[in-house]
């Protein structure tokens, strides 16, 4: 073969091409002319694949393999080197006990004997990025001073699936013997390291995948969790962390049933059983706790992540957030409700309104009659009954519309902390029969807000009186504040000392009709309402509360553009 018409020059490196045959010494060196036995080749050849064995790179392979080689023949040169086409890089990678020879730099060749000697047909073209021979030429320089002395050498492929990527060669003093065995060492050799570059490669391709495929699920903009065998968590998305408001570090190797409520462990423990099982799982949905408060909700779908041997090795949860869907659901119930209410609440009104209105004003009547007359202390206690549950009648009724018809008043720019110091004032006299103190603290130069004074006036008085209402026996305190939040927000605090809300009622305080005080003392709409008039104004309502501490209301309502 023209040895020009193969050559393909590829990129230059220099990777330390000299192996030092002093400090790479391991065993002591063999007087020349003493044979080394197969099993010694082969423990050396094996001592340097132990050296090997993690995840070494094409190089650090080359040289061990060149230092085992260089161990058992130490007047015999060596060099190792791949093709720039099929190595990691487009560089030649190699490994050698002296420097290569300038004219030798830029190709990496192979004989004709060599692919034959390794097992392979003389191909019609040369191996990719290689050049093929018909003669040995010295790749290596020798003696002192490294000049190019006259030199005799055999090389073997280095190869993976049937394709030359490499070749190794020997290289020693024309006319001297070839030692003993050394042809055996050098095929056993390649083979060797032809074995420890594929496993090598695959290792780190193995590693670049799972790399990979963590960043892809890390990074992906849908909730994922990936969990083992034992329910720890493997690998979370930062869309499942960004929903959750959880860190890494609050999930990774932690059971994924701690991510679920008391309530609902049961049902995700059977779901992850069955995926781990390698059974179809439906989807679920699971609401998840926030790490600032609140709920998410997420519909998961899993579906089982299987080994090399096909076994189950863990699961895939992909989710989906649900929580703007189930909100929106619940104020398009809440509306239906409230158009059912509102109907509803007209006919009440009307019906109840024209007789009560006959009941209060003759009970007064009947009252003022009685007092003049000096009737009976129990007499005019139970008129006082009358107009006392007619008053109630006629506030629930009010109520009742309120919160199926919103007042209709335009909205105004209004100073929230004088809407705060009126509402105080209308509730004094609760405020004075609860024997409750009050303490004020309102930020200075508050934006104003754009509101209807009156709605305001009724958040306010309804969370000052279940406050009072709520406070012991003795008296309590009651705390009013408000501040700016960031630029564009103002929070206002209603805080007391008084008995406080139970955990499960915590979560319906807002639900129509449901009360925490006694039977006969409220109607369950109060806070509805107040709920209502916040998220009109596009403002939001939290309550926080301790049993038998404290309850503190936050509401957050937007700024006035400036």
Sequence with gaps: MDDSAHRKPPARRTLEPRVSSVNSIITPRRQAGEANTPAQILESLNQAQRETVAFATDEKILRSYVHALERLYPKTRFAMRLSPQTADTTAIVQAATHHIRPEAMDEVSITEAGLLRGGFALPAGPPNGMTVRRTYQATLLAGPAEEPLPSDGFDAPLARAGEVFGVLAAEFDRGAN???RLEDAVLMAATQVSAAIESGRLRRESLHLR??????LEHANIPVLVVGRDRGIRVVSSAFKRITGLDRTDLVS?????????????RVLSAFAGALRGRDVAPFELRLPKAR??????????????????????????????TEVRELE???????????????????????NNPLTSISVYGEY?????????????????????????????SFTRNLLTYARPSKEE???????????EAVGFCEHVIREAGVSVTVNYGENLPRVNAVAGQLHQVFVNLITNACNAAPEEGGQLQLSTRL?????????????????RAAELSRVFEPFFSTRRKGNGTGLGLSIVKNIVEEHRGTIEIDSEPDRATTVLITLPCLDQ
């Design 211 to 216: 790399d990979y495929l963590d960043k892809l």
């Design 293 to 322: 408060g609140g709920h998410a909700r997420l519909q998961f779908t899993l579906a089982p992540i299987l080994d090399s041997e096909g076994r189950v090795a863990g699961v895939i949860a992909i989710g989906q957030d649900r």
């Design 178 to 180: 070839v030692p003993a």
């Design 485 to 501: 939040h960031g630029h564009d927000r103002i929070h206002v605090e209603v805080e007391d000392d008084g008995v406080g809300i």
């Design 254 to 266: 932690k059971d994924v049933l701690r991510l679920a409520g008391p309530s609902e462990r049961v």
């Design 330 to 352: 619940g104020q398009v119930i809440h509306a239906e409700k409230l158009a059912t209410l509102g109907q509803l609440a007209a006919g009440i009104v009307h019906e109840i």
């Design 411 to 421: 909205a105004q720019p209004i100073a929230l902390n004088q809407v705060l110091r």
């Design 366 to 394: 009947l009252l003022n009659k009685l007092t003049r007359s000096g009737a009976e202390h129990a007499d005019l206690k139970r008129v006082e009954r009358i107009l006392h549950s007619s008053d109630r009648i006629m």
